[in-house]
């Protein structure tokens, strides 16, 4: 059974960082693109960053400049680090990847169970 399990989040004053990681555990044969979202209370749920399997990256306007996302594929991990935190980046953040269980299979989208990212003085 394929998990994916973010950790990293919490409280964290305006200015500050974080840095979050999503893990991936089970029998799989391939991740291509990883991603992080975010949903912030009342809203829709939106993406932050994604990272595909060759290292290439893009970012919500929101996050330009301030957040990086990177990746271990030797341990199936995408990271997320977070400075110059805003209030606005209040959020559940989610991560998600595409998976192929084992070669020739199809690309499923997985997600983990979200971590609470709270900045606040």
Same mark, same amino acid.
């Given at each position: 059974?394929?998990?994916?399990?973010?950790?990293?989040?919490?409280?964290?004053? +305006?200015?500050?960082?974080?840095?979050? =990681?999503?893990?991936?555990?089970?029998?799989? /044969? =391939?991740?291509? *693109?990883? @991603?992080?979202? @975010?949903?912030?209370?009342?809203? &829709? $749920? &939106?993406?932050?960053?994604?990272? =595909? *399997?060759?290292?290439? %990256?893009?970012?919500?306007? !929101?996050?330009?400049?301030? /957040?990086?996302? !990177? $990746?271990? *594929?030797?341990?199936?991990?995408?990271?997320?680090?977070?400075? !110059?935190?805003? +209030? &606005?980046? %209040?959020?559940?953040?989610?991560?998600? #990847?595409?998976?192929?269980? /084992? $070669?020739? #299979?199809?690309? @499923?989208?997985?997600?983990?169970?979200?971590?609470?990212?709270?900045? =606040? !003085?």
């Amino acid at each position: 059974q394929v998990q994916l399990v973010e950790s990293g989040g919490g409280l964290v004053q +305006p200015g500050g960082s974080l840095r979050l =990681s999503c893990a991936t555990s089970g029998t799989i /044969f =391939s991740i291509y *693109n990883m @991603r992080w979202h @975010r949903q912030a209370s009342g809203k &829709e $749920r &939106e993406l932050v960053a994604a990272i =595909s *399997n060759g290292g290439t %990256t893009s970012y919500a306007d !929101s996050a330009k400049g301030r /957040f990086t996302i !990177s $990746r271990d *594929n030797a341990k199936n991990t995408v990271y997320l680090q977070m400075n !110059s935190l805003k +209030p &606005e980046d %209040t959020a559940v953040y989610y991560c998600n #990847a595409d998976i192929q269980l /084992f $070669r020739l #299979a199809n690309y @499923r989208s997985y997600w983990g169970q979200g971590t609470q990212v709270t900045v =606040s !003085s």
